[in-house]
Nanobody, 119 residues
């Protein structure tokens, strides 16, 4: 099982970016999928998460600006980031609780994608 993240880049304050993360491999089902971020010198923190049923959870710092969504048919999770601020600059990682069979599952992480918000 692999998670492949994409969509990071350099954007000016107030701009938008859309991150994508696709899971591939031997997948029976995917429970929670999420996005985390880690800024230099800081711990990795949860940005947003979404269940297979569509329930969502957001960090207070991104509520109203970021939207997480998923396409279960494509095993893909998205993060739409609007009104970006310099403090959103970080490496963004996706993860997913993935079951390879009905009885076997674990959390997998994507490789990380850099988001830089700067003028």
């Amino acid at each position: 099982v692999q998670l492949q993240a994409s969509g990071g880049g350099l954007v000016q304050p107030g701009g938008s970016l859309r991150l994508s993360c696709a899971a591939s491999g031997s997948i029976f089902s995917i429970n929670v999928m999420g996005w985390y971020r880690q800024a230099p010198g800081k711990q990795r923190e949860l940005v947003a998460a979404i269940t297979s049923g569509g329930s969502t959870n957001y960090a207070d710092s991104v509520k109203g600006r970021f939207t997480i969504s998923r396409d279960n048919a494509k095993n893909t999770v998205y993060l739409q980031m609007n009104s970006l601020k310099p403090e959103d600059t970080a490496v963004y990682y996706c993860n997913g609780e993935i079951l390879a069979t009905m009885w076997e599952g674990q959390v997998y992480w994507g490789q990380g994608t850099q988001v830089t918000v700067s003028s």
